[in-house]
T-cell receptor
Framework: AQKITQTQPGMFVQEKEAVTLDCTYDTSDPSYGLFWYKQPSSGEMIFLIYQGSYDQQNATEGRYSLNFQKARKSANLVISASQLGDSAMYFC?????????????FGSGTRLSIRP | DGGITQSPKYLFRKEGQNVTLSCEQNLNHDAMYWYRQDPGQGLRLIYYSQIVNDFQKGDIAEGYSVSREKKESFPLTVTSAQKNPTAFYLCASIDSMNTEAFFGQGTRLTVV
């Protein structure tokens, strides 16, 4: 069965510092995709970054990068130079490639708070 | 502009009534999903559909039903059998490259 684990319920970070949000996953599917989403208090889900299991390089999108360690089954999100607007819930998610595993499952999330 | 539309944004219902939440997308995506989110919690999968006229149960399907008669539409019915229906409901679809799932703005359902 597929599973996503986020072990940090909450984090406090000083503005302008870098922050790493942890995500580990479990799947028997040889091909899968990993996603990170940001959810501000408004409830909308904002897509941040995607990593395919066969991608050779770690994904990057502006201040966001994904530290993908396939052997460890981890996909940590790194936010560089944090800003006050980064305060939100962050969710890691995974989707398999087989038809029976095409559901997208989410972790329990990490609430990130940026201190001025 | 393409996107996913959920309506209504807020919904109030009396206990024991069925209620249907709308989800429409014009992104031409095949796969669509329904999630439930309780305060401070993650997203739990209710139902998902990969193609028209086909759908599968997610992790918490009991008390819910769906239909997929058109590619663009994936309505969710919260039945009276759902013991605690008050929650935030999110609908999503995924692109053909499977690299981004697009979400609607969500529906906050309150049952009184």
């Amino acid at each position: 069965a597929q599973k996503i684990t986020q072990t940090q319920p909450g984090m406090f970070v000083q503005e302008k510092e870098a922050v790493t949000l942890d995500c580990t996953y479990d799947t028997s599917d040889p091909s899968y995709g990993l996603f990170w989403y940001k959810q501000p208090s408004s409830g909308e889900m904002i897509f941040l970054i995607y990593q395919g299991s066969y991608d050779q390089q770690n994904a990057t999108e502006g201040r966001y990068s994904l530290n993908f360690q396939k052997a460890r089954k981890s996909a940590n999100l790194v936010i560089s130079a944090s800003q006050l607007g980064d305060s939100a819930m962050y969710f890691c998610a995974m989707r398999g490639s087989r038809s029976s595993a095409s559901k997208i499952i989410f972790g329990s999330g990490t609430r990130l708070s940026i201190r001025p | 502009d393409g996107g996913i539309t959920q309506s209504p944004k807020y919904l109030f219902r009396k206990e024991g009534q069925n209620v249907t939440l709308s989800c429409e997308q014009n992104l031409n995506h095949d796969a669509m999903y329904w999630y439930r989110q309780d305060p401070g919690q993650g997203l739990r999968l209710i139902y998902y559909s990969q193609i028209v006229n086909d759908f599968q149960k997610g992790d918490i399907a009991e008390g819910y039903s769906v239909s997929r008669e058109k590619k663009e539409s994936f309505p969710l019915t919260v039945t009276s059998a759902q013991k605690n229906p008050t929650a935030f409901y999110l609908c999503a679809s995924i692109d053909s490259m499977n690299t981004e799932a697009f979400f609607g703005q969500g529906t906050r359902l309150t049952v009184v």
